[in-house]
């Protein structure tokens, strides 16, 4: 007879999604260590809102009182696509060239604690999607799904660093994964050494200050600093050096989510074309994609920044011809 874990395991399987792993909701206690030392160093920024409730990050009880068991998932999202090399365009960060993976990953996630109350009419949950405070790469590491690189990305074996992370808090007790993956990076360093702004400032170890994702995203600035704009290295919207490096993505697979197959224009857009979108047509340009997280303001940052160091960069070429 098949056990009740490994039917659950089986209709994530089903539903989509390409890991899944189960681990008792206890306290990340080291985890939580390390992330009031990362905060404690200012190296979240102005990510403020990091510094609300850590316990609750690293504590599931707190988030879902009642939790005993984690489900952990990956979602493979890697499209074998490649950047436009126009100088007049910007390169987008894969994970939001196609819909909007907050959607996706939580539609699926609901629809498996959905069959899961059909079977267990006494369980209840809650679907984490990285909005909730819930360490997402620790869980998936906790259920065998993989092991965090040195750029601090989660790897998997399989799929490489492509993928999303979500999970279910259930109130229910399962089969836990005792597997932990080993920590598969040995002495490599591609991800310290390609990193254009030098944000992995150790193994394990990024300064969102100098990250090019944090600037270009998350970074609510009129401005971007001139130490980011040197290197933007063409980025419009997040950066991907360091998994694009990672040789444990020569494991990339092609995804079977049609979902994050790139929207028109998604992969490397016009710059100029970002200047001069209206409210309106940007709404309905990027609905339902992830990139509104940069807001209409913070892309045209960005594509003035690159526009800006483009010319900087012809001028000083002409200079020294």
């Given at each position: 007879?098949?056990?009740?874990t490994?039917?659950?395991?089986?209709?994530?399987?089903?539903?989509?999604?390409?890991?899944?792993?189960?681990?008792?909701?206890?306290?990340?206690?080291?985890?939580?260590?390390?992330?009031?030392q990362?905060i404690?160093?200012?190296y979240?920024?102005?990510?403020?809102?990091m510094?609300?409730?850590?316990e609750?990050?690293?504590n599931?009880?707190?988030?879902?009182?009642?939790?005993?068991?984690?489900?952990?998932?990956?979602?493979?999202?890697?499209?074998p696509?490649?950047?436009?090399?126009d100088?007049?365009?910007?390169?987008?960060?894969r994970?939001?060239?196609?819909?909007?993976?907050?959607d996706?990953?939580?539609?699926?996630?609901?629809?498996?604690?959905?069959?899961i109350?059909?079977?267990?009419?006494?369980?209840?949950?809650k679907?984490?999607?990285?909005?909730?405070?819930i360490?997402?790469k620790?869980?998936?590491?906790?259920?065998?799904?993989?092991?965090i690189?040195?750029?601090?990305?989660?790897?998997?074996?399989d799929?490489?660093?492509w993928v999303?992370?979500?999970?279910?808090l259930?109130?229910?007790?399962?089969?836990?994964?005792?597997?932990?993956?080993?920590?598969?990076?040995?002495n490599?360093?591609?991800?310290l050494?390609?990193?254009p702004?030098?944000?992995?400032?150790?193994?394990?170890?990024?300064?969102?200050k100098r990250c090019?994702s944090?600037?270009?995203?998350?970074l609510?600035?009129?401005?971007?600093?001139?130490e980011?704009v040197?290197d933007?290295?063409?980025?419009l919207?997040?950066?991907?050096?360091?998994?694009d490096i990672?040789?444990?993505?020569?494991?990339?697979?092609?995804?079977?989510?049609?979902r994050?197959?790139?929207?028109?224009d998604?992969?490397?857009r016009?710059?100029?074309?970002?200047?001069?979108l209206?409210?309106?047509e940007?709404?309905?340009?990027?609905?339902?994609?992830?990139?509104?997280?940069?807001?209409l303001?913070?892309?045209?940052?960005?594509?003035?920044?690159l526009?800006?160091?483009?010319s900087?960069?012809n001028?000083k070429?002409?200079?020294?011809?």
């Amino acid at each position: 007879m098949v056990s009740l874990t490994n039917k659950i395991k089986q209709k994530a399987l089903e539903i989509g999604f390409h890991k899944v792993g189960i681990a008792p909701a206890e306290a990340l206690t080291h985890e939580y260590e390390h992330l009031i030392q990362w905060i404690n160093s200012n190296y979240h920024a102005e990510m403020q809102w990091m510094e609300r409730e850590p316990e609750k990050r690293a504590n599931p009880k707190l988030l879902f009182p009642g939790a005993k068991s984690v489900i952990a998932v990956a979602l493979n999202y890697y499209t074998p696509h490649q950047h436009d090399s126009d100088k007049n365009k910007g390169k987008i960060s894969r994970y939001a060239w196609g819909d909007d993976y907050h959607d996706v990953l939580q539609g699926k996630l609901r629809e498996l604690l959905s069959w899961i109350k059909s079977e267990i009419p006494k369980a209840d949950g809650k679907v984490c999607c990285d909005i909730q405070p819930i360490m997402d790469k620790a869980w998936a590491v906790r259920a065998g799904l993989g092991w965090i690189g040195k750029h601090t990305n989660l790897i998997t074996k399989d799929l490489g660093s492509w993928v999303f992370l979500g999970e279910i808090l259930l109130n229910v007790e399962l089969e836990y994964d005792n597997f932990i993956e080993p920590d598969h990076c040995g002495n490599c360093t591609a991800c310290l050494d390609a990193c254009p702004t030098n944000a992995i400032i150790e193994p394990y170890l990024v300064d969102s200050k100098r990250c090019l994702s944090y600037a270009t995203i998350e970074l609510r600035a009129p401005k971007l600093p001139d130490e980011i704009v040197n290197d933007l290295d063409s980025w419009l919207y997040g950066c991907d050096v360091c998994q694009d490096i990672c040789p444990w993505n020569r494991f990339q697979k092609e995804t079977d989510e049609q979902r994050f197959e790139p929207r028109k224009d998604n992969i490397s857009r016009n710059l100029q074309e970002v200047l001069s979108l209206s409210h309106e047509e940007y709404v309905q340009i990027f609905r339902g994609s992830a990139m509104k997280r940069a807001k209409l303001s913070g892309l045209q940052r960005n594509a003035e920044a690159l526009l800006e160091s483009k010319s900087e960069k012809n001028k000083k070429d002409a200079f020294e011809k």
